[in-house]
């Protein structure tokens, strides 16, 4: 997962601001298009790809797991982040397999 956020204090997950939650997944999906690229898609089959693979998880994720993924990628806890949205990106992956290939 993409880890964002800079060293220091951070909010619990309750006092995320949703333009914070906004940015985190902004820069998933950034990441998903980086890494879709490095494994040899076209930009363009990029960007469908993860395009997809972003809607599945806005319509899966709840709201609280948007708040505890991106506190814990502001604490740099990957597992923690990984454990929250793993069942949602096994679930995209497999929806949005086809899509821009």
Do not use: F
Not at 27 to 42: I, W
Not at 44 to 66: D, I, P, R, Y
């Amino acid at each position: 997962m993409l880890l964002i956020g800079s060293a220091g204090a951070q909010p619990a997950a309750a006092e995320l601001r949703p333009e914070q939650i906004a940015t985190y997944r902004q820069k998933l999906e950034a990441g998903c298009v980086t890494d879709a690229k490095a494994g040899g898609l076209t930009p363009s089959n990029a960007q469908a790809m993860c395009g997809c693979w972003s809607k599945s998880l806005a319509q899966s994720v709840t709201e609280a797991e948007w708040q505890a993924a991106a506190s814990h990628a502001l604490k740099r806890d990957e597992a923690a982040e990984t454990q929250v949205l793993a069942p949602h990106v096994r679930q995209a992956a497999r929806l949005c397999a086809a899509v821009g290939r």
